[in-house]
Nanobody
Framework: QVQLVESGGGLVQAGGSLRLSCAASGRTVSSYGMGWFRQAPGKERELVAAISSGGNTYYTDSVKGRFTISRDNARNTLYLQMSSLKPEDTAIYYC????????????????WGQGTQVTVSS
């Protein structure tokens, strides 16, 4: 089993930056695909960014050029650097991981964190 714990969320003004971290434990996740989802109140959960074990990345259109997903396999940790934040980025952000190799755009994941709240004020 893999446990995922997110951190780094908080309240930030529009235009600001935050870096989310996701610490994995239980297994080494260097061979796992990983991603960040978010869910805003009243909206469906959406895949924000994903990264393969080899470092290939995917971003949803609304965050391209503003968010960067990365991983540190030595630390078993996933990151999401968020810049130029907008009020519409307000959501709970979830870290995910999967052992199965699937296309980055696929939203099926085995393991989920509890989420961290990101609030962007205007």
């Amino acid at each position: 089993q893999v446990q995922l714990v997110e951190s780094g969320g908080g309240l930030v003004q529009a235009g600001g930056s935050l870096r989310l971290s996701c610490a994995a434990s239980g297994r080494t996740v260097s061979s796992y695909g990983m991603g960040w989802f978010r869910q805003a109140p009243g909206k469906e959960r959406e895949l924000v960014a994903a990264i393969s074990s080899g470092g290939n990345t995917y971003y949803t259109d609304s965050v391209k050029g503003r968010f960067t997903i990365s991983r540190d396999n030595a630390r078993n940790t996933l990151y999401l650097q968020m810049s130029s934040l907008k009020p519409e980025d307000t959501a709970i952000y979830y870290c995910t991981a999967r052992a199965e190799r699937l296309p980055l755009v696929y939203t099926t994941y085995e393991y989920w964190g509890q989420g961290t709240q990101v609030t962007v004020s205007s």
